[in-house]
């Protein structure tokens, strides 16, 4: 038995020399693993830790997109339609489809404030490009959050898109709501999820994206975001024979448009300058707004203003630069410096056929400058239409020619 013992022993003994030596390689490589990072520390710098406590989730930043993004409403004579928009330039312009307001003689879009209240505010027409189903409209107020970015690339194969707008089959109220009622979710954007499937060159525009976000009828016009919230396309159709198969104009497109149109956006590319060439308009003009976003702290400082603004429109320049001289050097309102660049600004005098007073473009770029740096959205939108030759304040129209896309600058629209 004993002899036994001592075998079953000796036995063990190998095994158990085996472990120890492990055991011992584990606590060596321990022990050296500290002096390895030092090393790769003392030759490739302190090791970077990456975190994402704090950053922002991609539910995050769809939520926060929804916010830049509008219901509209267009009056085509009496008749009511709708669709989506979303803000794509300072803190006015907005962009859309251009058949969400075709024929249309009134245009208003509607949102909730952070308060949880409707509000509604009226639009005029600013700029189209029907070819590329785009159309560009400027609010009487500023609105809230700031211009959406545009993804100025052709975007990825299967990257993540959601869709944001105002499915009219949705709408718990039926029609009642388009202009009247207190219907809150009436104006809540929904959010819908799809993905590329592709950019189709030379379909139906110079470039056509093609995805599988299922949108439906009220969805023409609003954003189709990435999971940065970054836009790539504009919805505007679907396959009228297959399910799933959606289509969109690219946000490039609609970049340069904004840019060909003397529109500063955010994701903006160079903009190919193309030459604009005024064409009188026999349309009637829509209703026309008072452009100046002044919030003054007087009454008598926003008549003074509106009176101004109001000789400007009949041509009545001598009169209207008195008043916003002394509002720009008294009381340095921004709006009145903008609308004294435009009294001496040659191509605004020209498009409104003012005779016997003189222009100074030189003057009325300053003016505008001046304007810029103190925030006045339409001051930094004339400089732009400047820079790159836009429309200044005509209706901007795209169309496409022999030649490529052409400006063509409609007086009489505005």
């Known amino acids: 038995m004993k002899r036994f013992a001592d075998q079953f022993a000796c036995q063990k003994l190998p095994r158990l020399f085996s ?14 693993l500290p002096l390895h990072r030092e090393s790769f520390a003392s030759t490739h710098g302190p090791a970077r830790e990456v975190t994402t406590r704090g950053a922002p989730k991609p539910v995050s930043r769809i939520r926060g997109a929804t916010t830049q993004v509008y219901r509209l409403v267009v009056d085509v004579g009496g008749a009511v339609k709708g669709g989506t928009s979303f803000l794509v330039s300072g803190r006015r312009i907005i962009a859309t489809n251009h058949h969400v307001v075709e024929n249309g003689t009134a245009f208003t879009l509607g949102f909730l ?60 109220q039926g029609p009642i709501s388009w202009t009247s009622g207190n219907d809150d979710t009436f104006f809540v954007p929904s959010v819908i999820k799809g993905y590329v499937s592709r950019v189709l060159p030379n ?136 609308g004294l660049a435009k009294s001496y600004d040659p191509s605004y005098l020209r498009q409104r056929n003012v005779m016997g007073v003189v222009g100074n473009a030189g003057k009325a770029e300053a003016l505008y400058k001046e304007a810029a740096e103190l925030g006045n959205d339409e001051a930094k939108r004339m400089l732009m239409a400047i820079s790159t030759g836009g429309c200044m304040d005509s209706l901007c129209k795209l169309v496409n020619t022999e030649n490529g896309p052409a400006l063509r600058c409609e007086r009489g629209k505005l």
């Not at 189209?128 to 211009?147: H, I, N, R, V």
């Open 113 to 172: 404030t952070e308060h949880g209240h409707i509000r509604r505010v009226p639009l005029r027409l600013l700029a189209t490009y029907p070819q590329k189903d785009l159309a560009l409209l400027e609010s009487l107020d500023d609105l809230p959050g700031e211009a959406m970015p545009l993804f100025t690339t052709h975007p990825d194969p299967a990257t993540d898109l959601f869709a944001i707008g105002f499915p009219a089959a949705a709408d718990p």
């Open 203 to 338: 379909r139906w525009f110079s470039s056509q994206l093609q995805h599988q976000t299922p949108i439906i009828p009220g969805y023409s016009g609003g954003p189709l975001v990435d999971n940065d919230g970054v836009v790539v396309g504009v919805s505007t159709s679907v396959h009228k024979e297959a399910t799933g198969i959606s289509y969109a104009v690219l946000a490039r497109d609609l970049a340069e448009f904004a840019a060909a149109c003397g529109l500063p956006v955010n994701g903006n590319p160079a903009p190919a300058l193309l030459a604009a060439t005024e064409q009188p308009s026999t349309a009637s003009a829509p209703a026309t707004l008072n452009t100046f976003a002044f919030q003054p702290g007087r009454d008598s400082d926003r008549a003074m203003l509106e009176r101004a603004d109001t000789m400007l429109a009949n041509g009545d320049i001598v009169a209207a630069r008195l008043v916003l001289e002394y509002l720009a050097s008294q009381r340095r309102v921004p709006e009145a410096i903008a």
């Open 19 to 32: 472990r120890l030596r492990i055991f011992y390689v584990l606590l060596f490589s321990i022990s050296i």
